[in-house]
């Protein structure tokens, strides 16, 4: 499977845009990049997902480089509710393993 | 609330006890997975039901036993568990057709001592 790399943490303020970004130098042409996250003391929920443009929906936008090699996922307006450890992961096409990494801690700050 | 539920919610049990871990989910799904979440390490992928069958096992010892009677319901059977199983047992689910997303549920936080 092939690797992310992630900050451990992330600290930003209230009503402000944070990017959380990820490393992933080993992709692969059919894997598609997801995030997750984890809310304290709840399950992971999906965030977005994207192949090769950037993708925005009501949650976040996923900005993915040319190369493909890194990505930088972007909550426009954080809010406390969006303190999590968010996760990148990258998933070929088809599969239907989600692996997970250590993630980012994502700490806002009122 | 995510569709998926897990009971109980906590549970503490000694090595020598069974016990049963239930996950629901009301979201029409065939594909349904249970995944450990160890204190300090990522979470793992355990067993992936599709269909009612089971399509993998990441060698998981056997003192976890899953059954999936069928699409809506998956149980992880728990028999002379050792404390370093402690850890929360989260369940998921998708439709069943691949790469698509998974909806989780809130976890079972489980104590062997």
């Known amino acids: 499977d092939a690797k992310t790399t992630q900050p451990n943490s992330m600290e930003s303020n209230e009503e402000e845009p944070v990017h959380l970004p990820c490393n992933h130098s080993?992709?692969?042409?059919?894997?598609?990049i997801h995030w997750y996250r984890q809310l304290p003391s709840q399950g992971p929920e999906y965030v977005i997902h994207g192949l090769t443009s950037n993708v925005n929906n009501r949650m976040a936008s996923l900005a993915i480089a040319e190369d493909r090699k890194s990505s930088t996922l972007i909550l426009h307006r954080a809010t406390l509710r969006d303190a999590a450890v968010y996760y990148c992961i990258l998933r070929p096409q088809g599969a239907q393993k989600l692996v997970f990494g250590q993630g980012t801690r994502l700490t806002i700050n009122p | 609330e995510t569709g998926v539920t897990q009971t109980p919610r906590h549970l503490v049990m000694g090595m020598t006890n069974k016990k049963s871990l239930k996950c629901e989910q009301h979201?029409?799904?065939?594909?349904m997975y249970w995944y450990k979440q160890s204190a300090k390490k990522p979470l793992e992928l355990m067993f992936v039901?599709?269909?009612?069958?089971?399509?993998e096992n990441n060698s998981v010892p056997s003192r976890f036993s899953p059954e999936c009677p069928n699409s809506s319901h998956l149980f992880l059977h728990l028999h002379t568990l050792q404390p370093e199983d402690s850890a929360l047992y989260l369940c998921?689910?998708?439709?069943?057709?691949?790469?698509?997303?998974?909806?989780f549920g809130p976890g079972t936080r489980l104590l062997v001592l």
């Open positions: 998921a689910s998708s439709p069943g057709q691949g790469e698509e997303t998974q909806y």
């Open positions: 039901y599709n269909f009612k069958e089971q399509t």
């Open positions: 979201l029409g799904h065939n594909a």
């Open positions: 080993t992709i692969s042409g059919t894997d598609y």
